[in-house]
Each structure stands twice: as C-alpha cells, then as structure tokens.
C-alpha cells in the first residue's frame, strides 16, 4: 500500500491541453515537494508547499497543498512537449517515524505530444 | 563536488553476482536515500540514513540488500547474488536534514544477465 496515491499512473495528450495529477494520502504531511524527472536524469524539485490550503504558481504548473494536508494537485496549463516527464509528490509524514524522511509516490509519466 | 555522484553509471553482471554501488552525497547533507526505479516505473524506497541515528531499512526487499554509510559521508548499496529481478536505476539522493529538497544523482543502471 502507497503512502502517497497519485493518479493518474499515465497520462497521454496533446499540446496546448490542460491537465491535473493528483497525490493523495490518509496522512497528515508536514510538507509536500512536487518533482520532475526527465529520462536519463534524477528527479529535480519543482516546488515545496507547507501550508493547508497553499497555492503556488510557477509558470504554466499551479501547485496547490490541500486543507488538511493530506493531498496536493499539479495543474498544468496548455502542456507543451517539453513538460514530458515523470512527475513525482514527495512528502514527510508529520509525526512519522523516521525524522525527516521523504515519501514519494509512484509516479505520474506525462507525455505531451506535438 | 557539486552534487550527488553514483558510480558506477552503468553496470551488467552475471546471475549470482554480488554488486556494490556507490554514493558521494552533497557535502554537509545529513540524509541520503537509496531509491530502486524499474523501467517506466516510479520510485521505489529502499533504505533511509539520517544523520548518526539507525537507518530506515524497511524499504528493502530482501536480505540480499544491504546498505551501510560511514557518518555523513559516503555510502555503499551492496546486492548479493543479484538475480534477474534486480536490473533497475539505483538513485541515491541526499538532502540537508530529510526534510528538506532532496538532490539526486544520475543513478547506477544494473543489469543483470
């Protein structure tokens, strides 16, 4: 069982679509850091939102940190072919464990045809 | 250095192998990670070193894995008679305190013939 769920696994569009990934836990997250991976290469951090209800915008990507803290959302506007990739939600559990571990889930492979 | 170094990139080995990959983490950077990524897959959490406290070893998936770091400085991921099931990138990354971004290296790919 995925501590952190994002869905959709796969996603396959055309350029200039919108889209929306989705990363959901029954945990509450102390943080949560949306990164990207491109082939051949390791997962780069896009963004860290901390606050219940936080929006961050970083060009065409609108990240947004749910109330509770146990979800988050990537939109991305009019995709273009060079947002394909592997975009992955990381966070730590609040209270968890381990100090300061990071969670990913699974993954969401974006492709973005011309 | 400048950012995580995993050697080696590339690495194929016969069926019964033992294999030790390695990590140079971000000097300073008191958490490093080991990820397993299979082909088209996401990440998959293998071992957790934060600071001088013991590991997070839930993440292995059996005891033919094994991991060790010597303070906050290098660390090994060792596989003992690698079997087929094992070919993936092997990421390590390492972050300041855990919480904090994580910066990843290139990954090691094992291939297991």
């Known amino acids: 069982t995925q501590l952190l769920e994002q869905s959709p696994q796969f996603l396959s569009i055309q350029e200039g679509e919108n889209l929306t990934v989705y990363c959901n836990s029954s945990?509450?997250?102390?943080?949560l850091q949306w990164y990207r991976q491109e082939p051949g290469e390791g997962p780069v951090l896009l963004v860290t939102?901390?606050?219940?209800?936080e929006v961050k915008k970083l060009k065409r990507l609108t990240f947004q940190f749910g109330d509770a803290r146990k979800d988050s959302s990537l939109h991305i506007t009019a995709a273009q072919p060079g947002d394909t990739g592997l975009y992955l939600c990381a966070g730590e559990v609040a209270g968890g464990t381990s100090y300061g571990k990071l969670t990913f889930g699974q993954g969401t492979i974006l492709t973005v045809h011309p | 250095g400048a950012g995580v170094s995993q050697s080696p990139s590339n690495k194929v080995t016969e069926k019964g192998k033992d294999v030790e990959l390695r990590c140079d983490p971000i000097s300073g950077h008191t958490a490093l990670y080991w990820y397993r990524q299979r082909l088209g897959q996401g990440l998959e959490f293998l071992i957790y070193f934060q600071g001088n406290s013991a590991p997070d070893k839930s993440g292995l998936p059996s005891d033919r894995f094994s991991a060790e770091r010597t303070g906050e400085s290098v660390s090994t991921l060792t596989i003992q008679r690698t079997q087929q099931e094992d070919s993936a990138v092997y990421l390590c990354?390492?972050?300041?305190?855990?919480?904090?971004?994580?910066?990843f290296g290139q990954g090691t790919r094992l291939t297991v013939v």
């Open positions: 939102v901390v606050t219940g209800g």
């Open positions: 990354a390492s972050s300041i305190t855990g919480r904090t971004e994580a910066f």
């Open positions: 945990s509450v997250f102390s943080s």
